[in-house]
Nanobody, 123 residues
Framework: QLQLVESGGGLVQPGGSLRLSCAAS????????MGWFRQAPGKEREGVSCIGRGGGTNHADSVKGRFTISRDNAKNTMYLQMNSLKPEDTAVYYCAALSRVACVLTPLLYSDWGQGTQVTVSS
């Protein structure tokens, strides 16, 4: 059974950094395209960053230059390094898996999701 577990969220001041982790079980991470998504209160879930099976990445314009997605195949874990955080980055962050080669930032296409981790950027 495919399972995803996020961790690493928390409270951080504007300009700070956090690294989120997504531990996968029941499948090998590099056999799927993987994505990070977020949902703020009262807003729709949106794509943040994704990584394809071949390692190609894509990022939302709002996080380009600040967020980096990566994965460690040996640990079967995906990461999201978030730098220069802003209050508008506050949201619940989710990781998800997509049975395709290339990744996309469209939440509706992803079939398997973690439970989410809260990120709050505030002074």
């Amino acid at each position: 059974q495919l399972q995803l577990v996020e961790s690493g969220g928390g409270l951080v001041q504007p300009g700070g950094s956090l690294r989120l982790s997504c531990a996968a079980s029941g499948f090998t991470l590099d056999s799927y395209a993987m994505g990070w998504f977020r949902q703020a209160p009262g807003k729709e879930r949106e794509g943040v960053s994704c990584i394809g099976r071949g390692g190609g990445t894509n990022h939302a314009d709002s996080v380009k230059g600040r967020f980096t997605i990566s994965r460690d195949n040996a640990k079967n874990t995906m990461y999201l390094q978030m730098n220069s955080l802003k209050p508008e980055d506050t949201a619940v962050y989710y990781c998800a898996a997509l049975s395709r080669v290339a990744c996309v930032l469209t939440p509706l296409l992803y079939s398997d999701w973690g439970q989410g981790t809260q990120v709050t950027v505030s002074s």
